[in-house]
């Protein structure tokens, strides 16, 4: 059975950090490429973060320099520290292969940042 569960989140003031963590069974980890994505209330599900199966990192402007993704084959992991944070990162967090894949979703990690 194929699952991705990811946890960390929580409520953070403005410009702290929080790291996100998502393990991963029941797919061959090491070979997939992985992503992070969000959903922020009213608006589409959006990428924010990729990491090939190589190890190398790519991130849309709006969070690079304050994101980080990384990955752990050894414990099939995939982490994003967010560091930085500002209201507008506000969202669920979900972990997913990259390209998505529709029947990978899980429950996601809401990510509140608010004063």
């Known amino acids: 059975q194929v699952q991705f569960v990811e946890s960390g989140g929580g409520l953070v003031q403005p410009g702290g950090s929080l790291r996100l963590s998502c393990a991963v069974s029941g797919i061959r980890f090491s070979i997939y490429d992985m992503g992070w994505y969000r959903q922020a209330p009213g608006k589409q599900r959006e990428l924010v973060a990729t990491?090939?199966?190589?190890?190398?990192?790519n991130y849309p402007d709006s969070v690079k320099g304050r994101f980080t993704i990384s990955r752990d084959n050894a414990k099939n992991t995939v982490y994003l520290q967010m560091d930085s944070l500002k209201p507008e990162d506000t969202a669920v967090y979900y972990c997913?292969?990259?390209?998505?894949?529709?029947?990978?979703w899980g429950q996601g990690t809401q990510v509140t940042v608010s004063s």
């Open positions: 990491i090939r199966s190589g190890g190398s990192t």
């Open positions: 997913n292969v990259y390209p998505s894949s529709p029947v990978y």
